[in-house]
């Protein structure tokens, strides 16, 4: 048996709220995964790139057991009393990676619905949640790629992810520059502080109140307070270069609402009300072009569903 899961890409963070906040889109990864037949024939993992032209950038994802898509099937076997033995995982990815689209994620997510099903659904969203976010390390990406739409998530001390919907106003449009090259996010999570200022601490928890109440209401003036940062994105400025000017020039566009790192970036997402393309095409890329970086833009609307079994 054969069970093939599609899970969508994810943005996280969303200005104010690190590590909780996230929202998925109409890009999508594929895992497979098979029970072979062949006893002793081990684990098999084959990654396939969609995107013909960008070959090497799955070169160094490994296709052993320290592949994030095994280890978190391991551990729900481990939830069974069981460990895997002899599997197939096939991974197909449209997703970029390493640009804070969810790539991995997505990949966890789908490879842990798949291989649940696999085995007769003995876990539950809650348990493949909290497996998924003890293998990504926050759960701001797992949840979106999980149950589609815009979502807040807290991982709590017991293991477990409280998570919620939040409701979209879809005049909203989401532009994604997404640049040529790659940030892992190990190395963008090392060059944030320990500690930080109470100050920038409170400016956060102003604006995710904010935000949560912008989306709630419809309230495109308080959405653009809120989509401001003091807690990470100042830190992640020097791994991507031109990110303080993009969001100040972007300010002074005609419907754009508020500019925003996608996860531990470096792609940036902006959030607009339907004019205004141009300009922002053109902020973002003559900005990236001063430090030679070429852009993808991608004009996406949310995408409400999460995971599904195919
Ligand atoms: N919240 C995470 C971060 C998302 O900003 O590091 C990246 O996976």
């Known amino acids: 048996m054969k069970v093939s899961v599609k899970t969508p890409a994810t943005i996280a963070n969303l200005g104010p709220g690190f590590d909780s906040f996230g929202l998925a889109l109409p890009l999508y990864n594929v895992v497979s995964v098979e029970e072979t037949v062949l006893p002793g024939s081990g684990i098999e993992i084959n990654i396939i790139n969609e995107k013909n ?21 391991e551990l ?5 009393g069981q460990v895997p033995n002899e599997l197939k995982i096939t991974i197909k990815t449209q997703i970029p990676i390493s640009r804070g ?3 991995s994620s997505s990949v966890i997510v789908g490879g842990l619905i798949a291989a649940n099903e ?19 390390g926050h759960p701001d990406n797992i949840t979106p790629a999980f149950v589609g739409g815009i979502t807040m998530s807290s991982w709590e001390d017991d293991g477990s992810v409280v998570y919620r919907k939040l409701p979209w106003n879809d005049d909203w449009k989401l532009m994604v520059c ?19 200022p109470m100050s920038s601490a409170i400016h956060n928890l102003k604006r995710s109140a904010m935000f949560v109440d912008a989306l709630y209401s419809k309230d495109e003036e308080l959405l653009k307070l809120a ?12 791994l991507v270069p031109g990110l303080s000017d993009i969001i100040n020039n972007l300010k002074h566009i005609n419907g754009v609402i508020g500019t925003v790192l996608c996860g531990a970036g470096p792609a940036i997402l902006v959030i607009y009300n339907g004019i205004g393309v141009g300009e922002i095409k053109e902020v973002v890329s003559n900005s990236w072009n001063y430090f030679n970086v070429e852009t993808n833009f991608l004009n996406l609307p949310i995408e409400k569903q999460g995971a599904v079994i195919l």
């Open 101 to 103: 689209l969810g790539s």
């Open 53 to 73: 032209n960008e070959k090497s950038e799955l070169a160094d994802v490994p296709t052993d057991k320290t592949n994030i898509v095994y280890k978190a099937i």
């Open 76 to 80: 729900l076997y481990n939830f069974i």
């Open 118 to 136: 696999l085995l007769g659904r003995p876990a539950d969203e809650k348990v493949l949640m909290s497996i998924a976010t003890e293998i990504e």
């Open 227 to 238: 989509l401001k940062d003091k807690l990470h994105q100042p830190y992640r400025e020097k």
């Open 178 to 196: 997404i640049p040529d090259y790659e940030l892992n996010t190990e190395i963008s999570r090392s060059v944030l502080p320990k500690e930080v």
